[in-house]
């Protein structure tokens, strides 16, 4: 139920839009994200507050490019489009 995530080194920050909540996971120290670091005083709060406002700055940047662009829109890939992808180097 994320709104929003960054990943920012070991890190990856998420927000959850309707009780405004991060969860900051160490994805080296926790590769399945169990245990949520925000607001517990295990990261230095500068650390944090960088995580939070990296993560703000994203969000704020996609919808400047949404209202610019219009919203993303999903495809389907069928399989030519995963092997250029994989030709490509992104798969």
Do not use: C
Request: proline fraction near 4%.
């Amino acid at each position: 139920n994320w709104d929003a995530a960054v990943v920012k080194g070991r890190y990856k920050i998420a927000s959850h839009r309707p009780d405004k909540a991060y969860w900051i996971f160490d994805r080296e120290a926790d590769p399945d994200e169990l245990e949520n670091l925000a607001g517990t005083g295990k990261l230095d709060p500068a650390l944090e507050q960088d995580l939070v406002v990296s993560l703000q700055s994203e969000v704020a940047r996609y919808a400047r490019l949404s209202q610019e662009f219009g919203e993303p829109e999903w495809m389907e890939a069928d399989d030519s489009v995963e092997e250029e992808l994989e030709a490509l180097g992104y798969v």
